[in-house]
């Protein structure tokens, strides 16, 4: 029996594909559609079968940690850099950024549409003490909801505040079952389904701007990452290829992604 | 209630379409629980038997553990094992992490105490009739678990069939080893997760129902190729 199972485990590990790179990304990323498009085109001119696993930000830094990812794509700056700075990958590069936007019930009870920025929108809803879902599962999202909060003097707690510890879009079902307020990434809201009375309230405030960055996972900690095609698959996200297809994507006829990749250094 | 009969329209959609990539996520579904039933059968029903028909000093406390096992968070087991075969754990050479491998080893040892109780359950009946019979007859060891798991087959049945019914429906331990990877480890339980977060409730919905006819067909042909409820009483 024993000899049974190893002979099948090692079957099932040599099934694994030798131009195969493990790509640990957002669920904002996931949800926004995007990989839809990118990974066929990834495929096409590089050949590079990339695998996503989508992950909340803490989440996709931990596999890199660990070494079970060859490259991350998260949003969360000041961990990204700590990540880079502790040896876990090789350099951090900035792809291309969308941003946050505020969503809350139709009505707006807390009038957040007529704040003029992301701060004040928050302050008039905790002064309101009106239903606030938090993803709570320290992603990219949430972090950024923290330092929102914290650059406004407010740690938010109470019942009006309800952290979930959910993903985008399981915390979106909530806030739209709740008719709660919800801070969201901008594509991952267009793409959802499940809108029912929630609406966009308040956008553009350019604190709620969302940098995502591609980090290989470092070799030298973990010998056995696809090193090479996670540059590669830098190489190619930073090209004019990536460039026009990120520019390109719309949904409602909405741009979702802004591409700020600095042009591949030659060689 | 819209979202139901929206869910129901999408069920029929994809099956009738054949849908490539529910043909695939079902495939991989069935693919990695029959691998996990029939290794923790191998594992379950034999150690069930020997429970049954053998006394040791420890025998109440491997039962007792054995029926709490069967309780086992599946999230906590799929933690677990993702630490065991995560590349800076102790199996990370083997690079099982993110494979259906993982997700089989993971769901093997959510359903073996399931299968294993419900067995001694059954074979603890059965030795009792049995016992007089196979004592005088002075059988070995091996010979007496092998007539009983022969002749209690139908009961070994149901203790199968519920192992499946566990594993098909898991969600929790196999998001987390497998990772949900589209065309590598994707199956029916953790695309629907996918597709809720998604808040596309119909695809969902529909996904669900698939899970639930895949579920019904596996039973219905066990117990028709089995002729259960139809003959004898073995």
Redesign the interface.
């Known amino acids: 029996m024993k000899l049974l199972l190893a002979i099948f485990l090692s079957c099932c590990a040599t099934l694994a594909q030798a131009d195969a790179l493990k790509l640990a990304v957002t669920t904002s990323f996931q949800n926004s559609g995007l990989a839809e498009v990118l990974l066929p085109a990834i495929a096409e001119d590089t050949g590079i079968d990339v695998q996503l696993l989508v992950v909340g930000t803490g989440q996709a830094l931990r596999l890199g940690e660990a070494g079970d990812v060859d490259a991350i794509l998260v949003h969360s700056k000041a961990a990204e850099d700590a990540f880079v700075a502790a040896g876990y990958g090789t350099g951090r590069t900035e792809i291309m950024y969308n941003d946050f936007v505020l969503i809350g019930p139709e009505d707006d009870p807390a009038d957040i549409s007529a704040a003029d920025t992301a701060g004040a929108a928050l302050r008039a809803i905790a002064e309101l003490q009106a239903p606030f879902v938090s993803r709570g599962d320290d992603s990219g999202t949430h972090r950024k909801e923290v330092s929102l909060w914290s650059g406004i003097g407010i740690d938010p707690g109470g019942d009006w505040y309800r952290p979930v510890g959910a993903g985008m879009g399981a915390a979106l079902n909530t806030a739209s079952g709740m008719g709660a307020y919800i801070l969201a990434d901008r594509a991952s809201w267009l793409n959802f389904a499940n809108k029912g009375d929630l609406a966009l309230l308040f956008s553009g405030d350019p604190v709620l701007f969302n940098q995502y960055a591609y980090i290989p996972v470092s070799p030298e900690r973990h010998p056995s990452v696809a090193h090479d095609l996670a540059l590669q698959l830098k190489g190619w996200l930073t090209g004019p290829r990536a460039q026009e297809l990120i520019d390109g994507y719309t949904i409602d006829g909405q741009q979702l992604f802004t591409f700020n990749a600095a042009p591949a250094a030659p060689g | 209630m819209g979202d139901i009969w929206a869910g129901i329209a999408a069920a029929f959609r994809l099956i009738i379409t054949a849908d490539a990539d529910l043909v695939e996520i079902s495939l991989r579904s069935l693919q990695v629980t029959l691998?996990a039933l029939v290794?923790a059968c191998?594992?379950a029903l034999p150690l069930g038997t020997f429970l049954a028909i053998q006394r040791f000093r420890y025998r109440r406390t491997v039962i007792a553990v054995l029926n709490a096992l069967m309780g086992l968070p599946p999230v906590v087991v799929g933690l677990i094992v993702y630490i065991l075969l995560?590349?800076?754990?102790p199996f990370?050479?083997?690079?099982?992490?993110?494979?259906?491998?993982a997700m089989i080893i993971a769901q093997v040892i959510i359903i073996t105490p399931l299968i294993a109780s419900v067995t001694h359950q059954a074979m603890r009946d059965l030795w009792a009739e049995y016992h007089d019979l196979l004592i005088s007859l002075n059988t070995g060891k091996l010979q007496r678990v092998g007539t009983l798991i022969l002749d209690g087959r139908r009961s070994l049945l149901t203790a199968a069939l519920a192992g499946f019914g566990r594993a098909i429906g898991e969600v929790g331990a196999i998001m987390i080893v497998g990772?949900?990877?589209?065309?590598?480890t994707r199956v029916l339980t953790t695309a629907i997760a996918?597709e809720?977060?998604?808040?596309?409730?119909a695809l969902a919905l529909g996904l669900g129902f698939v899970l639930i006819a895949l579920a019904l067909a596996v039973n219905l042909a066990t117990h028709y190729l089995g002729r259960t409820e139809s003959e004898g009483r073995w």
């Open positions: 691998s290794i191998a594992i995560s590349r800076s754990g990370g050479v083997l690079g099982l992490l993110f494979t259906p491998t990772g949900n990877i589209e065309h590598q996918l809720t977060g998604r808040g596309d409730f």
